[in-house]
């Protein structure tokens, strides 16, 4: 064990600011009969690069681990979700695919959510997805799929091809790829002379802002800001020219790089920039602030749960997020203060959470026979779940979230 690792964007030295222990691999649902002594753990923690100021974890997890035929995330589950892409993809028809015979690569296509519809106007594009289940469902929607993980090797193959790509775009994936630095390699010899390379994740600012630790896991290696994707773009020959905030996955940022000096940035990135400096974002000082935090949600959480056992009351859990595994796995939530967790997905029901062992159960469960409380694990689509549940709070059900504060609604 090490508190000192090295940076995988710069070679820099990484100071570990947090330590969550142990931790299974969070969308690994264990099938009914599993061998509970064989699941896979490994040490979750948190580090700041003292050069570059990129926030990653300590320790890697080997990529087939995580990403493989059986992996359960299924991004078409959320209509809000479903929404927010296509918005993107009418956006670009628009601007940066309206040219001649435009071609758009999407890094970890998922389910085909954002990528169907560029397909579906028309447009020359590839998919690039490793876990071959939900490329299957790429591919059943008429997307063209190719089943590998994207590094320079698969980059170069695609250019020989299918010739350059005017956009390269990844949601939810970069922030997943610890080989960072060939991934980048690999845009750049893809992307045409004027092409971009978009790609959205969870903001660093938000997390510490709210507290949101739950997105810390083993998928989620890096956590960018202005200043880090800077500096790992300036080492590609790629540069920031645009930032956009988005409010999806409890805050995240929209970046667009470009070939450096092919295109001005747009005075957004120096405005985010300045609001980073000014949170003193790159201090670690910041950043064990927010483990203290961390520490009073977990105190406040387990607290809350252990009175409404004792009080006698029902506790279910909503959503069987790859989050909640840092919470369940970080608090000592198991089955015997959460009765279950309700799940729209048909991969993980019938399994159990990893680590916590918690019983997996589709949503009519859950209407089955109201419980008292609701831990929403999927916090960040209250909106559409809330909604959704009206009848719960109508039958004087409560929710209980934890972000930024513990507290019932
Ligand atoms: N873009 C979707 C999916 C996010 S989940 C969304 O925003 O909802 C992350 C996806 O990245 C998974 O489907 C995973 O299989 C894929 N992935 C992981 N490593 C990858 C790599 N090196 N290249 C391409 N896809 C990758
Ligand atoms: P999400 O928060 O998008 O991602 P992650 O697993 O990376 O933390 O996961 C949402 C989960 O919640 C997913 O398993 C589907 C489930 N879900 C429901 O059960 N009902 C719903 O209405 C929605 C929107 C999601
Ligand atoms: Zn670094």
Redesign the pocket.
Known sequence: MSNQSLCRVCGGTVREFFDFGRQPLSDAFLPPGADLGEEFFYRLATGLCESCTMVQLMEEVP?ER??HQE?P?H?SGSAH?RGH?EELAKRLLTTELAGDDPFVV?????DG??IKALAEAGVRHLG????GG??DLAAAKGIRVRK????ES?AKEIRAADGPADVVY????LC??P?IGS?LSGVAALLAPTGVFVF?DPYLSDIVEQTSFDQIYD?HFFFFTVRSVQAMAAGHGLELVDVERLPVHGGEVRYTLAHAGARRPSPAVAELLAEEDARRLGELDTLRRFGENVLRIRDDLTALLRRLRAEGKRVVAYGATAKSATVTNLCGIGPDLVEFVCDTTPAKQGRLTPGTHIPVVPPEEFSRSYPDYALLFAWNHAAEIMAKEQAFTDSGGQWILYVPSVRTV
């Open positions: 990529r995580m990403f992996y995330y991004s979700m892409f999407e890094v970890g296509c998922n959510v954002m690039v997805e490793p876990s939900v490329a590998s993980f994207f590094e698969t990844a949601a939810n994936t997943h790829i080989y991934v959205e998928e």
